[in-house]
């Protein structure tokens, strides 16, 4: 009788019977199907808090909008602004809006009686009006305009501990004394302000005046907080009147969007991530898929009895389709309750990079999100088993055919391409996913170009090593023997595993070496005598009386010639202004930006000529040398004619050459070197530049500040430390969700091994039967796992490295020198990781007596 086929319970029993059978043969081996619900919960977690968090933070900004930039509408520009831009803000005044402005740059400051001086980010305001929204925190507690006053100022707490200030304690800044009123704990415009070189120090303006550092020339930032009137002047209309006057040199933002840089930069961030986290639920779904496929093989003779029972094929396809289902709903509900645990872990790590509002409330929508590519992801992945149960026979009772049959890959494409359409249809579905994760069809397929790049590499690399063990000289230790032969095993699908593993140590590696390579690899280029010292804010004035200072001051080993800077900005390129050159708008932002010109007779040093010449006396005419970046940028070939404004002086040159500069040099770098003669009688600035020796640093930047309280000392050393600070925080963040990744990998090897764990039990008997004593087996079982550890370090470890030497050299344009000790602790952490993961998955192989499997057989 047809059991399958019988026409009662044709009606309705099919599906509930298929569903019943799915559940009976998933309890018995639940241990199984746990580890792949865990490996997808691990990339639905991942993904599911990475979304969550980055829709969390746009609602809360949203929220607190007008406080995020203390304003209805604020102008950020980097110098002071001309007069007919002032004309242009005070419009807005005469129509009823309300303005004050903010000033900051950077100082050096002391405290009284300390023995030295530190470089300060100072914000200049004034405290009766600042700020418009939100409130200024401070401690103790009080009213911020109270505290704040024309001879007192609040610091951060970071100024504290390094000046070994409090409150109270006289500082020093500029010309000016002033009293610390308070410690600063939170601005509520603070997130636009960026990363910043020094403890943050807020000044009243008037404070600001008394201090002098405010110069011609000076480097400082700008802004122009509005607030609205009520009715009379509406939001478009006030940004329609800015954008029009201001020309577009200067940064408009409204409380609809704080912080478009910073609102793009999260959102950029929050894709990569949640791209990594993609990639952890795809090791995952590569673990379902094989150990459905192990799975699936040791069910064989059961689905062979199916079909002759009278079972088709859709019938048995559907019963592990809803064992698959069971997996993906699970681990997927499972990683939504996992996304929200990441919500709250993963914004203190970002909070050492950027202020972030206090509450963020959990995001339904990225919960959907995430429960719905967990389960896409795990029915991508169940694809190429299920449909191989197409092919099992009937008559595979009687024969007892052995679990798999192998051969070559293109024999079997040959003979069947179901596989080739798996892939295809694995490749789109998750190029589609990644889309959707990445809000955006580009980063969809660049994210699964290169994945696929990766995987293939791993792959290849695997199946090779693989081969190579296969003929390696038989050892003479019994562990190592039975190890490498068990790597070969049916069902293992080292290779698989070796890939899973591969991808987490290979990316978590990569961001290591080009965390740790960049800015050692910068200093160790640069040249023994680099400036590390750099002197900013010298007037005319002080130009040579500083000069003179340092010609008595010991430890300098090179002090190199003063630079005079004049500030400009480009109008012309060719006659033609930013509208009719056809730029791209960020590259219009940088047109419009101002640009610090200078003039030399040599050819500055680190840098080299692409194009043109360089001039030699007589100079004919204005002539200007132009770095290859802005010449990329803007479009400059030799022969052009550029104009510049530089206050109400225009300022022309012909470009007489192209020069390329080294970046990994520490120095001005101006983009635009004009001949001498061009700008001489211009006001200007100086820029100093020193080598010190280290021990010298310090006390050379306090005698500087005793006599020349406005000229600004930068050390490149502790600039280095912050940057490489930054780097070591955005690593950290990385690392947190690439761990998803390594995890899945770690998972995945479990559930191999606990798929195989009956012929584990097996083989470990017969040894024992054979003689082998206990201690024999367990060492041959760590065999197998120190072999599979090292093999996958091994393969990712050597795969970051090429990934390292390729965005240090191309994209970076810094070199790569291997590093053995990074690769050769991966190797041997993965291994370690291997072995521990091998013992806890295979507990209890060894306990088993001879006898009760002798029995069973």
């Known amino acids: 009788m047809n059991w399958f086929r019988a026409p009662a319970p044709q009606m309705f029993l099919p599906m509930p019977f298929e569903i019943r059978l799915a559940w009976r043969e998933i309890r018995p081996a639940f241990k199984k199907f746990l580890f792949m619900i865990i490996a997808i919960a691990l990339g639905v977690g991942s993904v599911t808090g990475i979304k969550g968090f980055s829709v969390a933070l746009d609602r ?122 308070a410690v600063l704990k939170s601005e509520p415009d603070r997130i636009s302000s960026g990363v910043e070189l020094g403890p943050r120090v807020l000044i009243a303006r008037k404070g600001l005046e008394r201090s002098g550092l405010i110069q011609y020339g000076s480097r400082a930032t700008e802004s122009f907080l509005f607030r ?213 069809w580009r980063r969809g397929a660049l994210f699964i170009a290169g994945l696929a790049v990766a995987i293939l590499a791993l792959a290849a690399g695997a199946k090779l090593l693989l081969r190579a063990l296969r003929h390696v000289p038989r050892p003479n230790s019994l562990a190592l023997r039975h190890g490498l032969k068990n790597l070969n095993r049916p069902g293992n699908h080292m290779a698989s595993v070796l890939v899973a593993l591969g991808i987490g140590v290979a990316f978590s590696l990569t961001v290591y070496l080009v965390q740790t390579s960049l800015l050692p690899q910068i200093i160790k280029n640069a040249p023994a005598d680099y400036p590390n010292v750099f002197l900013l804010g010298i007037t005319e004035l002080d130009r040579d009386a500083v000069w003179g200072f340092l010609r008595g001051q010991p430890g300098i080993e090179n002090a190199g010639k003063p630079i005079p800077m004049v500030p400009a900005r480009l109008q012309k390129i060719e006659g033609r202004n930013a509208d009719q050159l056809n730029l791209e708008p960020s590259d219009r932002r940088f047109f419009n930006g101002e640009f610090m010109l200078t003039w030399s007779s040599d050819l500055p040093p680190g840098t080299r000529l692409t194009a043109g010449r360089w001039w030699t006396p007589p100079y004919e005419g204005p002539l200007v040398s132009v770095g290859d970046f802005a010449a990329r940028r803007l479009k400059i070939g030799v022969g052009n004619s550029l104009e510049f ?49 280290r021990p010298h640093v310090v006390p050379l930047q306090s005698a500087l500040f005793a006599r020349f309280p406005n000229v600004t000392s930068l050390d490149v050393g502790q600039i280095l430390g912050k940057v490489q600070e930054l780097l070591d925080k955005i690593a950290h963040v990385i690392r947190f969700v690439a761990f998803f990744a390594i995890l899945s990998g770690v998972i995945i090897l479990a559930s191999s091994i606990v798929a195989t764990r009956y012929q584990r039990t097996r083989e470990a008997v017969l040894l024992k039967t054979l003689g082998a004593t206990r201690s024999q087996v367990a060492r041959i079982q760590a065999a197998e796992f120190l072999i599979v550890g090292l093999a ?46 091998g013992w806890l998955a295979s507990r209890g192989v060894l306990n088993h007596k001879p006898l009760e499997i002798l029995r069973e057989n």
């Open 228 to 440: 609205l009137p009520a009715r009379g002047l509406e939001l478009e209309t006030a940004r329609g009147i800015l954008k029009a006057g201001l020309q577009g040199r200067v940064r408009i933002s409204d409380y609809r969007d704080p912080n478009p840089a910073l609102s793009q930069g999260l959102e950029r961030m929050a894709n990569f991530l949640s791209l990594v986290g993609l990639l952890a639920l795809l090791v995952g779904g590569l673990g379902v898929g094989t150990t459905i496929h192990t799975y699936v093989q040791q069910k064989l003779d059961s689905i062979a009895i199916l079909k002759s029972l009278g079972g088709r094929s859709s019938q048995i396809i559907r019963i592990y389709l809803f064992q698959g289902l069971f997996i993906g709903v699970l681990g997927s509900a499972l990683g939504v309750a996992l996304g929200y645990v990441v919500q709250i872990v993963f914004p203190p790590l970002l909070r050492g990079l950027m202020d972030l509002p206090t509450q963020l409330e959990p995001a339904p929508g990225a919960a959907v999100q995430g429960l719905l590519i967990g389960i896409v992801t795990t029915l991508l992945f169940l694809l190429p088993p299920l449909l191989a149960i197409r092919k099992v026979r009937p008559a595979r009772v009687f024969l007892r055919e052995m679990p798999e049959t192998h051969y070559s890959t293109l024999r079997r494409l040959r003979h069947d391409r179901t596989p080739l359409i798996c892939a295809v249809i694995l490749l789109l579905g998750i190029g589609i996913l990644a889309s959707w994760v990445a809000d955006s």
């Open 645 to 693: 404004l530089s206050g109400e002086k225009v300022i022309r040159g012909k470009v007489a050459s192209i020069r390329e500069t080294d970046f990994e040099r520490p120095g001005t770098n101006n983009q635009f070197v004009f001949s001498p003669g061009v700008l001489e009688g211009l006001p200007a600035s100086y820029v100093g530049s020193l080598r010190v020796a």
């Open 60 to 181: 809360a900004m949203a929220r607190s909008a007008r406080d995020l930039i203390a304003a209805d509408i604020a102008v950020r520009m980097n110098s002071s602004p001309t007069d007919k831009e002032m004309q242009v803000l005070d419009s807005l005044v005469r129509r009823g809006a309300q303005v004050t402005r903010t000033t900051e740059t950077l100082s050096m400051a002391s405290v009284s009686g300390g023995q030295r001086t530190i470089l300060v980010t100072v914000k200049a305001v004034d405290p009766n009006l600042y700020p418009y929204y939100g409130k200024v925190e401070l401690e103790p507690d009080a009213v911020f305009c109270d505290a704040l006053t024309d001879d007192s100022v609040v610091a951060s707490r970071e100024f504290l501990i390094r000046s070994g200030a409090g409150v109270g304690s006289s500082v020093q800044i500029g010309f000016a004394r002033f009293r610390l009123a």
């Open 792 to 837: 996958a370090g091994v393969i990712g470890c050597l795969l970051a490295s090429a990934a390292a030497d390729y965005l240090l050299g191309h994209l970076l344009d810094t070199k790569f020198s291997f590093q053995w000790i990074p690769v050769i602790v991966g190797t041997l952490c993965t291994a370690a990781l291997a072995i521990a993961t």
